[in-house]
Each structure stands twice: as structure tokens, then as C-alpha cells.
């Protein structure tokens, strides 16, 4: 059996604070954690004025989009949709594209301490694959837009979806999910239609909800139904799901959805650029919801960054509610760790425990900006840059080691990107 043994400065073990000690790990799996150090069967890894906290859990993102970073900014959502975003993914969309840069986010997602994501996009399986070679964990979803008239289409998505399932129903990293877009882009009975399959399945559903005013007035206007009221009525709050946005609640919303005890997908960095408004997550966590946090496609946020969201979640809603003590550093934590390991269903990450996967990312306080140190979970929330995080582990397994990516050619994966850029920049001016 593989035994290792990791010493820091400081751990976040059993959701406490635990000082001077070794987190034990076999064959992958956390199996204790101790000040007394190990004996000569472990293997030993030393984290030099660092701290091991659980890695964290990205809800709410479409990776390949990095594409478009920075492609169109400073616009409304519709225009920013269907003027730039979706003409030029109708333009490039194809598996090359999306393995190349799906390997480009997952790059970024290692570096800034994420070990598993939820992802909504297209080319799963190619996706799924680049997970599966990097070793992170990943829910991913099949994303379905209606197309009109197109059920030919549809069949064989959902069979394509089944044989998704079949390939990875071994692999301990990967989930498959599945995701209509929106209640403005899928009709009312592929709603329904997959309701009943995730239901069959015991899959995740994972779907935009309330993004915008727009799409509350769009709601009203097709169904008669704000898109709280349309979900409730196709059955999506009653099997494994979560939402992302939930901005435009009102209090009878918001009340269902505690009652039905949502996950939401809060994603304020993409909110606040598209100037959506925001969720209010402390209502949401009052009602009973499930607050975690996503960061959104890198077209709108612009980055895939955990660590920043966290600090934007934290200081945000603290402004907003005129109170500084509502969603302290250990709540907003607890967002994108545990919190977020309950809306996707997995059972054994979130936290560093006795018997759960050894997920866990070392933040380094070595730097000018990371000293004195008096609370080194506030200082993660407060004070940290991605640059911090300086190791990333996935049960047990080194994806990033002293900042150096051990999975992924970081190299290859920038010059690809440059590559396609060229390509787009010239696409673009004719
Ligand atoms: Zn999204």
C-alpha cells in the first residue's frame, strides 16, 4: 500500500484549524492526521510555511469558452450572446477545439487550487478525456439547446449521453451530467424529457435559472410562469440539480427554494461584468438553499480563478448587506469546499477527513503579501493570490508540485492557444 505523509505549518482538518501536523494518506485516501511524525513506511513531503486546506470545488463553468476571453466585453448579456458569443462558437466549435482548450483551463484550475469543476458545454466525451489524462475530478455535462423541429437531433443526444455513462461508470473521477441551457433556449418537454432520464440515471441536472430580468419577462410572456415557479412545475428541484445564477428571486422564490433545499451556483464575478445583478445568497443560505460558488465561462469572468471569487463573494455581500460580520472567511469557504461536494452529490470530498479522498491544494505564506499570519483561513480568503497555491493533489495523485504542473504541458497548452487566437483574429476581420 501507498503511504504518504504531509506536514505543514497549519491544516484545515475536520473543518478546524490544526497546527504543526502530518495529514496521513493511503493509497489515496485520508486516513488521519497527526503532530507525531510518521514512521519510516511513509513517504515524507515537508510544506515549508504553508497551510493544507481541502481543495476547492468549481459549480458553475463552461471550460472550452475559454476561448473567448476577452473576446467581447463591456456588453449586455443578449447582445454579448448573440452578437459575438454564440456566432463565433457556431463558427469553431469542433472536438480538436474543445479538447485544446479545455486543457488550457484545466491548466489555469490546477494553479489556482481547484481540484474537481461542474462544467455545462459540448464534446463531453473529448473533455472528459482531458480530465480523465489529467487526473481532476470532474462532473461534466452534455449541454442541450433546442433546436426546432430537430428531434432526430435530440435522440441522439440522449443516446450519446447513455454511452457517456457506460464508458465512465468505472472511472472514480468522473460524472456525467446532463444540461439544458436555460428556460429561454429549451422548451418546457426536453425539460421534462430530461428530468426523466437524470432521474433514471441518478445523474445531475445542471442548468441556468434567473440569470437576467430579461428572462424572468421571457418566462412570463411564454408560460405565464416567472422561471422559479416554470422549474418547480417540470419537476427540476425534485431530482439531483443545480442552478446557476438565481439572481432575479423574489421572496416567494427564494422561499421555494430553500424549502426544496436548491444548490445554487452563485457566480458573481460573470454577474457583476454583465451587470446581471447578483443572488441573494444570504436570503438563499436563510431559507434553507445551498450556497457554492462557480466562476462562469472565462468569457464573462474573465478567469477560472477560485481563489478570487471567494474574495470577491466575501467582500461583496458584506458591502451589500451594510454588515461585515455576514459570510465570514470559514462560510465563503465552506461555498466552494463541502457545500459545493453536496450539490454534485460526492460524498467523500469537500473536506479533510478520516476515510475521504485526499483533494487537498497547499497555500503558501511565504510571500510579503501573505505576513503576519494570525488566521490563515482568513488570510486564504483576505489576502491570497492564485500564485499562493503552490501543490495541488487529486486522491492522493500530484497534479501541480512547487508551481510546476505535473499532468498537463502547460507550454504545449499556451502555444495551442496562441494557435487557434491567430486563427479567430483573422475569421473575425472578414
Ligand atoms: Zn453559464
Known sequence: MKKDA?????????????????????????TGCTAQKPDESYKLHYFDKSAIFPSLINTHTH??????????????????????????????????????????????????????????????????????????????????????????????????????IEIYKDNPLINIAFCPHAIYTVSPDTYRRVVEFVQKHDLLLHTHLSETEWEVKESFSRYGKRPVELMDSLGVFDCKSVFAHCVHLNDDEIKLMGQKKANVSHCLQSNLKLASGFAPISKLTEAGANVTIGTDGAASNNDQDMISEMNTVALFHKGFMNSPTVFSAEDVFNCATKNAAHALGLTNVGELKNGFQADF???????????????????????????????????????????????????????????????????RQI
Not at 505549518?9 to 490544526?18: C, F, G, I, R, T
Not at 480568503?381 to 502547460?410: C, Q, R
Open 63 to 164: 471550460l472550452p469558452m475559454t476561448f473567448l476571453r476577452g473576446y467581447a466585453d463591456d456588453l449586455p448579456l443578449h447582445e454579448w450572446l448573440n452578437k459575438h458569443i454564440w456566432p463565433a462558437e457556431k463558427q469553431w466549435l469542433s472536438a480538436e477545439f474543445v479538447t485544446d482548450f479545455t486543457i488550457l483551463s484545466v491548466a489555469e484550475l490546477i494553479h489556482s487550487g481547484t481540484s474537481c469543476v461542474n462544467d455545462m458545454y459540448f464534446f463531453t466525451k473529448n473533455m472528459a478525456k482531458v480530465f480523465s489524462n489529467a487526473g481532476l475530478r470532474g462532473t461534466l455535462g452534455c449541454g442541450v439547446l433546442d433546436t426546432p423541429g430537430d428531434k432526430k437531433n435530440q435522440n441522439s443526444l440522449f443516446k450519446n449521453v447513455e454511452k457517456l
Open 361 to 427: 491544494m497547499v497555500v503558501s505564506y511565504a510571500s510579503a503579501h501573505m505576513q503576519p499570519v494570525y488566521n490563515h483561513l482568513s488570510h486564504l480568503i483576505y489576502s491570497a493570490k492564485k500564485s499562493d497555491v503552490t501543490a495541488l493533489y487529486v486522491a492522493g495523485n500530484p497534479l501541480m508540485v512547487n508551481g510546476k504542473l505535473k499532468t498537463i504541458n502547460e507550454k504545449k497548452a499556451v502555444k495551442d492557444a496562441c494557435g487557434w487566437s491567430e486563427k479567430i483574429k483573422t475569421w
Open 6 to 30: 504531509y506536514y505543514a505549518d497549519y491544516l484545515w482538518y475536520n473543518s478546524k484549524p490544526v497546527e504543526n501536523s502530518w495529514l496521513l494518506v493511503h493509497s489515496g485516501k485520508i
